[in-house]
């Protein structure tokens, strides 16, 4: 009787564990808002290919220690546009880093000073952007760009 007691508490208790240990500790959005030179909170999914392009990690629960934060930037044809990395040393609690995307079209500004969107085309459409933590994949997330 006590092994039936046991299993229906474990039955009872084991989704309560998974509901809370699958919370995650850190929050990603992508902006082209600044303050300054700080990434505001301002969620989009919409850019302009003359903005630079933020993706924005908060570690909320952070342990004391070197971390290194990388994306993968992935343009509209499938293919890897930039990479980008980041170390940062952060002190147990909350820690705000990001990484960007500039897009430079090419061409020198000569042509740009003749056509305006020169070079352009290429960076129009639907991004994508897998962002790691030591090496642990955390999330992708879409985006446009529209040029």
Avoid at 5 to 30: H, Q, S, W
Avoid at 59 to 67: A, C, F, I, S, V
Wanted: hydrophobic share 35%.
């Amino acid at each position: 009787m006590k092994t039936i007691f046991l299993c229906f508490i474990g039955i009872l208790i084991a989704p309560i564990y998974f509901a809370t240990a699958a919370k995650p500790d850190y929050r990603v959005f992508l902006t082209a808002d600044t303050e300054g030179n700080v990434p505001k909170d301002g969620p989009a999914d919409n850019f302009d290919c003359r903005h630079r392009i933020y993706i924005v990690f908060e570690g909320t629960e952070l342990k004391k220690g070197r971390y290194i934060l990388e994306g993968f930037w992935i343009n509209p044809k499938g293919k890897q546009q930039e990479y980008t990395r980041y170390e940062f040393e952060a002190s147990k609690g909350k820690k705000q880093v990001w990484l960007w995307l500039e897009l430079d079209p090419g061409g020198g500004k000569i042509f740009r000073a003749i056509t305006p969107s020169y070079g352009t085309e290429y960076f129009s459409g639907r991004w994508k952007v897998k962002l790691y933590l030591d090496g642990n994949f955390l999330t992708e997330k879409f985006f446009h760009v529209i040029c």
